[in-house]
């Protein structure tokens, strides 16, 4: 009766096709092409022997980001549905490990991504105009406010906010290019500066770690896969122009980084782009990318508020613990439970930050290992699922099977032993963390057999 008068009323409801090609492209791009593009092509130049191999570690994370994104076409084009990856692990090895893939994601990583880069925006919005010592702070909890609350108004609102705001993400980036081919090329004192030494097996691994961090949030268009109009043609599209133009625009940047600091000056930069803008135009270049910056973390962050509430509302769906995280507007087309608990743990995480900023960061960067170690599930599910069901209706099928996904689950493989080796002791507590939903999952399925049982019981009673 309760679950009919639910129904009834449109509280759980189901996603509809309101999201087009471009809403698509845009949320891609939106989330990969953030703040990180900033800070690492210094981190990738200092662990490399020269210009040319910096370029070709930004293309590898290309080619490797590009034979992820095939195999995902695959799998988002045959399952469709606002889960993604949640929805494919279910489907190839059960409810348990699709479970605690959904429970990584809300207690740390979607929510600690959030929160990370509502810092960012805090970071370089108080440079331009600050609130005291805890403006960094401040500004972190509006953005996560504003950016849920303009969610949970509308798609149409998220989505038409994340357009604009990739647009003028994309076009920055263009001028910071403009500047270092034409306004900033690299003088005599940068070309003095002490250049890296030879590159070594660790320190080339190291150095894609960083590319493919800055590569990553591609796979998030899956979870609106089920919003996008003709999802099995539109995301695959979407998929690979969004990969195409990421890659095209990080060797562009970084080509123009090393042209205009020279490959030691960008290894000794802790702010290229601000350093390469102040040579082009000076304190008011500079001051420009922290607007861009900031303007890139906000692009990513409303992305990523978008994406992550659909692996909430998917996990509702099919755990009765969690029921009121799997209501979907039918107005607005979102999901807004699951939205509001999000932007309530994301504003913990900036609580949290604001007291402890080191801690914060190491509990964000600990989610590596997990997210590597889901990534590679994620990409051997599209073989299990070939053999699962062959039957399935396949209008994308990636090409060279099965030598693509094998290469992708060696490459997330890789990865997770880079990430392991990076992030040393602090990979212990990612995994503690995605040990905790263990006992939950074991709550969750116990709470459900004992009401499986009290309906049998009961229908045993009326028939009597």
Request: charged fraction near 15%; proline fraction near 4%.
């Amino acid at each position: 009766m309760i679950d009919r008068i639910r129904v009834k009323a449109g509280g759980r409801g189901a996603p509809a096709p309101t999201l087009t090609f471009k809403d698509a492209v845009a949320i891609t791009v939106g989330i990969v092409v953030g703040a990180g593009i900033f800070r690492t092509p210094s981190l990738v130049a200092a662990n490399a022997a020269n210009e040319n191999v910096v370029l070709l570690i930004w293309l590898a994370g290309g080619l490797v980001t590009l034979i992820g994104a095939l195999c995902y076409a695959e799998l988002a084009t045959t399952y469709p549905h606002a889960g993604g990856d949640y929805h494919y692990l279910t489907r190839a090895y059960g409810r348990p490990l699709a479970f605690l893939y959904a429970w990584s994601r809300i207690a740390v990583v979607q929510t600690g991504s959030v929160a990370l880069l509502a810092f960012v925006v805090g970071d370089y919005a108080s440079q331009l105009f600050s609130f005291g010592p805890y403006s960094s702070s401040i500004y972190a909890a509006l953005v996560v406010v504003a950016l849920t609350a303009l969610n949970v108004a509308g798609v149409r609102q998220g989505s038409g906010a994340q357009n604009w705001l990739t647009a003028v993400e994309v076009l920055s980036l263009v001028l910071v290019i403009i500047a270092g081919f034409f306004f900033a090329t690299s003088d005599a004192p940068a070309a003095a500066t002490p250049t890296p030494q030879g590159a070594t097996h660790a320190s080339l691994g190291l150095a894609l770690v960083f590319v493919l961090l800055t590569y990553g949030g591609w796979n998030e268009a899956v979870y609106v896969s089920a919003e996008v109009a003709n999802p099995r043609k539109n995301i695959a599209r979407a998929l690979l122009v969004s990969i195409a133009l990421i890659t095209g625009l990080y060797l562009l940047v970084n080509w123009a980084f090393l042209r205009g600091l020279g490959l030691g000056g960008l290894a000794a930069s802790d702010a290229a782009a601000a350093d390469l803008m102040r040579r082009a135009a000076g304190e008011g270049g500079a001051r420009f990318v922290s607007l861009l910056v900031a303007v890139s973390a906000l692009t990513s962050a409303n992305a990523t508020v978008m994406t992550g509430a659909r692996t909430n509302y998917a996990l509702g769906r099919d755990f009765r613990m969690f029921d009121f995280l799997g209501r979907w507007h039918e107005r607005a087309h979102t999901p807004t439970n699951a939205l509001v608990v999000q932007g309530v743990i994301a504003l913990a995480l900036v609580f949290a930050g604001s007291l402890a900023r080191e801690g914060f960061t190491a509990m964000v960067e600990y989610t590596a290992p997990v997210f590597w170690l889901f990534f590679f599930l994620a990409g051997l599910s599209l073989i299990i699922l070939r053999f699962k069901e062959p039957e399935a209706e396949r209008l994308f099928r990636v090409p060279l099977y099965p030598l693509t996904p094998l290469l992708f689950c060696a490459a997330c493989l890789y990865m997770l032993q880079a990430s392991l080796a990076y992030t040393g002791a602090g990979a212990l507590a990612g995994v503690l963390v995605l040990l905790v939903g263990v006992p939950v999952l074991l709550f969750a399925r116990q709470r459900e057999q004992r009401r499986e049982e009290t309906l049998k019981y009961m229908e045993r009673r009326h028939e009597a």
